[in-house]
C-alpha cells in the first residue's frame, strides 16, 4: 500500500482536495489512527465513491472499515470460521450472486483461488475488497460462532434466559437479543424499508416494515422478549433506560452491505407498554442526482427550467411520505456548487451534505423557523431551505428572503399545487408579496411501481377507458399487479414519482396581484401546458409503470371524470 502521503499528493495533483483540506485530515488521522482515505470522507472533503476510488487507484483495490458493521448472514455461511481465521478473510455481503469479503491480502492470488474451491460455488463472483488486519479479527469474533438468523435467534432466545444488564452492553454479540436488533433492523434496510414498527400488544409483540409507502407485518414475538427488545433500542439510540411515562427521540446507526445506514428512533407510551418506530435514513437513496429521480419528461423539464430563475421561492407540497424532502435534497445536491452557499433550516436534519450549512430548529429554546430565517439571512446564503412553512412568521420571513435576491425553496402541506395559493393567503401571506416572487410549486406524491416480472396485461375497461379519455374502438392494454417470489407476492416493488409542476409566469403573477380566485390561475395554466398530477398519474398507468387501483390510492382521479 503506498504511503499516506504519496495517496494525498495524487489527490491534490487530480484537484480532488485541497493541501488545506489533506493538513486538516493527516492531522485528524494522526489522532484517530483511522485510514486517510475514512478520514477525508467523514470530514466531507470527498464523497465516499471518491474515497473508493482513489484508494483504488492507489492500491488495486476497494478498502472498507469493518467498524460497527453488520455482515450478512447467507454471506458468513459461505465461508468455514476456521477458514476466515486461517486467511483473514471476513464475508461481508452477498448481493446479485457477488460475495464481497474483506481481506487483508486482497491482492494474493493464489488466496482467492483457494477461496473459490471452499466455496464451490462457481456462479458466485468473489468481489475483494482491503480490510484492516485487526478489524477483521474483531469481526469474525462477533459473528462467528453465533446464531445470525432471526428464527434461529428466536428458537435461542425460547430456550434460553435474556439477561438485562448485558444487553445494554454496547456489543455483547454472544447475547441473542443484541443479534436479534441487529438482523431486524438489516432485514428491513435489504427489504428497502423506510421505517420499522415495534409496536406491543397485550399479548405479544408486533413487527412491521413500511415497504414503498404501505406497512408489511413480518414478525409476531411473543410478549416476553419485549422488555429486551426495549433495553436493547434504547441503549443503541442512547435513551433514557429508566424513562417510560414520556415520548423520547434519538438516533443510531450500523454498516450494512458496508454503507452506513442512520436510524431516526421514537418512542412513544401506549396502553401495552412503549411503541417504537425507526425511520431508515439511507444516504445512498435520500440523496440521488436530479434526473434519477423518475420523473416524467415534462416535470424534469420544467423543474429544470424553474432552477434557472435565481430569486423566488419554490414550494414543493405533499402529505408526509410523499418524498418532499428527497426531491428537495436532490435539487440542492444539483445546485451544491463551490461559489454558492447553501444554508438549511430543518426539522430534525435527516442527511448530513458536504458543504451545506445545516441547521436544526429547536422550539424549545425559541429557535423556530421564523427565527431561524432571520440567523441564516446574516450569513450571507444565496440559496436557502426552509423545511416547512407552518405560519405567517415563517412565511413572511421566507418571501422576504426571496424578495432580497435569495432561492427559497421549503415545503408546503396542501393538496395540489394551485392549492398552496389559497393557503398561504389564509395564513396570512398578502397577494401583493406572492405575486412576482413564485418561481413555482410542486405537487408531490409517490405510488408504487408494478413488479417487472409479474405484471400482468389487459384490456382496458369501460370505467378506466371513460377516466382516462380512450375511445372505444381504439385498443389499450394496460397492467394490474399479480405477485411472485421477486416481489414477496405483493405485486409492486419500487416507487415512482407523481408530480404536477407549477411554474409560475407575468400573466399569473398578474392574476395573483389583481385577486383572481385559484380557478382561474389554474385554467390559464392548463393553456400554457400545465398538467395536473392526475393526467401525470395516468401518464405512468399507459406507460404500463404502475395500475389503475395504485395511483386511485395516492392520487384523486374523479376531477377526471
Same mark, same amino acid.
Given at each position: 500500500?503506498?504511503?499516506?502521503?504519496?495517496?494525498?499528493?495524487?489527490?491534490?495533483?487530480?484537484?480532488?482536495?485541497?493541501?488545506?483540506?489533506?493538513?486538516?485530515?493527516?492531522?485528524?488521522?494522526?489522532?484517530?489512527?483511522?485510514?486517510?482515505?475514512?478520514?477525508?470522507?467523514?470530514?466531507?472533503?470527498?464523497?465516499?465513491?471518491?474515497?473508493?476510488?482513489?484508494?483504488?487507484?492507489?492500491?488495486?483495490?476497494?478498502?472498507?472499515?469493518?467498524?460497527?458493521?453488520?455482515?450478512?448472514?447467507?454471506?458468513?455461511?459461505?465461508?468455514?470460521?476456521?477458514?476466515?481465521?486461517?486467511?483473514?478473510?471476513?464475508?461481508?455481503?452477498?448481493?446479485?450472486?457477488?460475495?464481497?469479503?474483506?481481506?487483508?491480502?486482497?491482492?494474493?492470488?493464489?488466496?482467492?483461488?483457494?477461496?473459490?474451491?471452499?466455496?464451490?460455488?462457481?456462479?458466485?463472483?468473489?468481489?475483494?475488497?482491503?480490510?484492516?488486519?485487526?478489524?477483521?479479527?474483531?469481526?469474525?469474533?462477533?459473528?462467528?460462532?453465533?446464531?445470525?438468523?432471526?428464527?434461529?435467534?428466536?428458537?435461542?432466545?425460547?430456550?434460553?434466559?435474556?439477561?438485562?444488564?448485558?444487553?445494554?452492553?454496547?456489543?455483547?454479540?454472544?447475547?441473542?437479543?443484541?443479534?436479534?436488533?441487529?438482523?431486524?433492523?438489516?432485514?428491513?434496510?435489504?427489504?428497502?424499508?423506510?421505517?420499522?414498527?415495534?409496536?406491543?400488544?397485550?399479548?405479544?409483540?408486533?413487527?412491521?416494515?413500511?415497504?414503498?409507502?404501505?406497512?408489511?407485518?413480518?414478525?409476531?414475538?411473543?410478549?416476553?422478549?419485549?422488555?429486551?427488545?426495549?433495553?436493547?433500542?434504547?441503549?443503541?439510540?442512547?435513551?433514557?433506560?429508566?424513562?417510560?411515562?414520556?415520548?423520547?427521540?434519538?438516533?443510531?446507526?450500523?454498516?450494512?452491505?458496508?454503507?452506513?445506514?442512520?436510524?431516526?428512533?421514537?418512542?412513544?407510551?401506549?396502553?401495552?407498554?412503549?411503541?417504537?418506530?425507526?425511520?431508515?435514513?439511507?444516504?445512498?437513496?435520500?440523496?440521488?442526482?436530479?434526473?434519477?429521480?423518475?420523473?416524467?419528461?415534462?416535470?424534469?423539464?420544467?423543474?429544470?427550467?424553474?432552477?434557472?430563475?435565481?430569486?423566488?421561492?419554490?414550494?414543493?407540497?405533499?402529505?408526509?411520505?410523499?418524498?418532499?424532502?428527497?426531491?428537495?435534497?436532490?435539487?440542492?445536491?444539483?445546485?451544491?456548487?463551490?461559489?454558492?452557499?447553501?444554508?438549511?433550516?430543518?426539522?430534525?436534519?435527516?442527511?448530513?451534505?458536504?458543504?451545506?450549512? &445545516?441547521?436544526?430548529?429547536?422550539?424549545?429554546?425559541?429557535?423556530?423557523?421564523?427565527?431561524?430565517?432571520?440567523?441564516?439571512?446574516?450569513?450571507?446564503?444565496?440559496?436557502?431551505?426552509?423545511?416547512?412553512?407552518?405560519?405567517?412568521?415563517?412565511?413572511?420571513?421566507?418571501?422576504?428572503?426571496?424578495?432580497?435576491?435569495?432561492?427559497?425553496?421549503?415545503?408546503?402541506?396542501?393538496?395540489?399545487?394551485?392549492?398552496?395559493?389559497?393557503?398561504?393567503?389564509?395564513?396570512?401571506?398578502?397577494?401583493?408579496?406572492?405575486?412576482?416572487?413564485?418561481?413555482?410549486?410542486?405537487?408531490?406524491?409517490?405510488?408504487?411501481?408494478?413488479?417487472?416480472?409479474?405484471?400482468?396485461?389487459?384490456?382496458?375497461?369501460?370505467?378506466?377507458? &371513460?377516466?382516462?379519455?380512450?375511445?372505444?374502438?381504439?385498443?389499450?392494454?394496460?397492467?394490474?399487479?399479480?405477485?411472485?417470489?421477486?416481489?414477496?407476492?405483493?405485486?409492486?416493488?419500487?416507487?415512482?414519482?407523481?408530480?404536477?409542476?407549477?411554474?409560475?409566469?407575468?400573466?399569473?403573477?398578474?392574476?395573483?396581484?389583481?385577486?383572481?380566485?385559484?380557478?382561474?390561475?389554474?385554467?390559464?395554466?392548463?393553456?400554457?401546458?400545465?398538467?395536473?398530477?392526475?393526467?401525470?398519474?395516468?401518464?405512468?398507468?399507459?406507460?404500463?409503470?404502475?395500475?389503475?387501483?395504485?395511483?386511485?390510492?395516492?392520487?384523486?382521479?374523479?376531477?377526471?371524470?
Amino acid at each position: 500500500m503506498k504511503h499516506p502521503g504519496l495517496l494525498g499528493q495524487r489527490l491534490i495533483e487530480d484537484g480532488k482536495i485541497t493541501s488545506d483540506q489533506l493538513e486538516i485530515a493527516l492531522t485528524e488521522q494522526r489522532k484517530t489512527g483511522k485510514k486517510l482515505g475514512e478520514v477525508l470522507f467523514r470530514l466531507g472533503f470527498l464523497t465516499e465513491e471518491a474515497v473508493s476510488e482513489a484508494i483504488g487507484e492507489s492500491v488495486g483495490f476497494d478498502s472498507m472499515s469493518l467498524s460497527g458493521i453488520v455482515p450478512d448472514a447467507k454471506a458468513i455461511g459461505f465461508i468455514s470460521e476456521s477458514f476466515a481465521r486461517n486467511y483473514l478473510i471476513m464475508p461481508v455481503s452477498l448481493r446479485e450472486n457477488v460475495l464481497k469479503v474483506a481481506m487483508a491480502s486482497p491482492d494474493d492470488i493464489l488466496l482467492l483461488d483457494k477461496l473459490k474451491r471452499h466455496i464451490q460455488k462457481p456462479d458466485v463472483q468473489i468481489l475483494p475488497t482491503l480490510g484492516v488486519e485487526k478489524e477483521i479479527l474483531n469481526t469474525i469474533d462477533n459473528y462467528y460462532g453465533y446464531e445470525l438468523s432471526i428464527d434461529g435467534i428466536l428458537r435461542e432466545l425460547e430456550t434460553g434466559q435474556i439477561d438485562i444488564n448485558r444487553i445494554s452492553e454496547a456489543r455483547e454479540y454472544s447475547q441473542p437479543m443484541v443479534r436479534l436488533v441487529d438482523s431486524i433492523l438489516t432485514d428491513a434496510v435489504k427489504k428497502n424499508a423506510s421505517d420499522v414498527h415495534f409496536e406491543p400488544e397485550e399479548n405479544y409483540i408486533r413487527i412491521r416494515y413500511r415497504i414503498d409507502g404501505v406497512l408489511q407485518q413480518v414478525r409476531l414475538l411473543h410478549k416476553s422478549f419485549w422488555s429486551g427488545l426495549v433495553v436493547r433500542l434504547k441503549v443503541m439510540s442512547r435513551l433514557d433506560l429508566t424513562e417510560q411515562r414520556l415520548p423520547q427521540d434519538g438516533r443510531m446507526d450500523l454498516i450494512v452491505h458496508g454503507r452506513r445506514i442512520d436510524f431516526r428512533v421514537s418512542s412513544l407510551p401506549t396502553t401495552h407498554g412503549e411503541n417504537f418506530v425507526l425511520r431508515i435514513l439511507d444516504r445512498e437513496k435520500g440523496i440521488v442526482p436530479l434526473d434519477k429521480l423518475g420523473l416524467d419528461k415534462d416535470s424534469y423539464e420544467e423543474l429544470r427550467l424553474m432552477l434557472a430563475r435565481p430569486t423566488g421561492i419554490m414550494l414543493v407540497t405533499g402529505p408526509t411520505g410523499s418524498g418532499k424532502t428527497t426531491t428537495l435534497y436532490s435539487i440542492l445536491n444539483e445546485l451544491n456548487q463551490e461559489g454558492v452557499n447553501i444554508m438549511t433550516l430543518e426539522d430534525p436534519v435527516e442527511y448530513p451534505m458536504s458543504r451545506i450549512r &445545516q441547521t436544526p430548529v429547536n422550539e424549545e429554546i425559541g429557535m423556530g423557523f421564523a427565527a431561524g430565517i432571520r440567523a441564516l439571512l446574516r450569513q450571507d446564503p444565496d440559496i436557502i431551505l426552509v423545511g416547512e412553512i407552518r405560519d405567517s412568521d415563517t412565511a413572511e420571513m421566507a418571501l422576504r428572503a426571496a424578495m432580497t435576491g435569495h432561492q427559497v425553496f421549503a415545503t408546503l402541506h396542501t393538496n395540489s399545487a394551485i392549492g398552496a395559493i389559497p393557503r398561504l393567503i389564509d395564513i396570512g401571506v398578502s397577494p401583493s408579496i406572492l405575486s412576482g416572487n413564485i418561481i413555482g410549486i410542486i405537487a408531490q406524491r409517490l405510488a408504487r411501481k408494478l413488479c417487472k416480472k409479474c405484471k400482468k396485461p389487459y384490456e382496458a375497461e369501460a370505467f378506466e377507458r &371513460q377516466i382516462m379519455n380512450i375511445p372505444n374502438d381504439e385498443s389499450v392494454t394496460l397492467y394490474k399487479a399479480e405477485g411472485c417470489p421477486s416481489c414477496n407476492n405483493i405485486g409492486y416493488q419500487g416507487r415512482l414519482a407523481v408530480l404536477e409542476t407549477l411554474r409560475f409566469n407575468s400573466e399569473m403573477d398578474e392574476m395573483l396581484l389583481a385577486g383572481e380566485s385559484q380557478h382561474v390561475i389554474l385554467d390559464t395554466a392548463l393553456k400554457h401546458g400545465f398538467s395536473t398530477m392526475a393526467q401525470s398519474a395516468l401518464r405512468w398507468v399507459r406507460q404500463g409503470e404502475t395500475s389503475i387501483e395504485e395511483v386511485s390510492r395516492v392520487v384523486n382521479l374523479t376531477e377526471l371524470l
